[in-house]
C-alpha cells in the first residue's frame, strides 16, 4: 500500500484484468499495475493518446454480476521499461472521470488479507 501526498487518495498494488474502449470504438486488453479510487496504472499493448478519454471495464470480485464501468482519461503515456517479453509495451495513467469509493474498499479488504498472511508466514 502506497500513499503519496500529492495524491487524494491512497494508491493500492493490485492486478487485475481489464478492457479499455476508446471513443471510437477500439478495445483493447490491459492488466492493471496499481489503483486508487481517483484512477489506475495499467501496461497494454495498444497505442493510446495522451488526454484520449476511455471507458474501462473491470471486475472486482468473482461474482459474474458485477463489473465495474468508468469513464476515463488518459493522462500519461510511457513505455513500459519494466517488461521484457513486450507483452505489455506501454504504460498509461488513467484518471476515474470520478471518483469510486468502492474501488478503494475492494482494494483495501484485499490488501489486510495480503498483509496478514506475510504476517503469518514470518
Not at 23 to 52: C, I, Y
Not at 53 to 62: P, R, V, Y
Request: glycine share 4%; proline share 4%.
Amino acid at each position: 500500500m502506497e500513499h503519496d501526498d500529492r495524491r487524494k487518495h491512497r494508491r493500492y498494488e493490485a492486478l487485475f484484468p481489464m478492457c479499455l474502449e476508446t471513443r471510437s470504438g477500439w478495445k483493447f486488453v490491459a492488466m492493471s499495475d496499481n489503483a486508487s479510487q481517483s484512477g489506475l496504472l495499467a501496461v497494454t499493448a495498444a497505442e493510446l493518446d495522451p488526454d484520449a478519454e476511455i471507458t474501462l471495464f473491470f471486475k472486482l470480485s468473482d461474482k459474474d454480476n458485477e463489473h465495474v464501468t468508468v469513464q476515463g482519461r488518459i493522462v500519461r503515456v510511457e513505455d513500459n521499461d519494466s517488461e521484457d517479453s513486450g507483452l505489455w509495451p506501454t504504460r498509461v495513467a488513467v484518471e476515474f472521470s470520478s471518483p469510486l469509493p468502492e474501488v478503494e474498499e475492494f482494494l483495501a479488504g484485499v490488501d489486510s488479507v495480503r498483509l496478514r498472511r506475510d504476517s503469518e508466514s514470518t
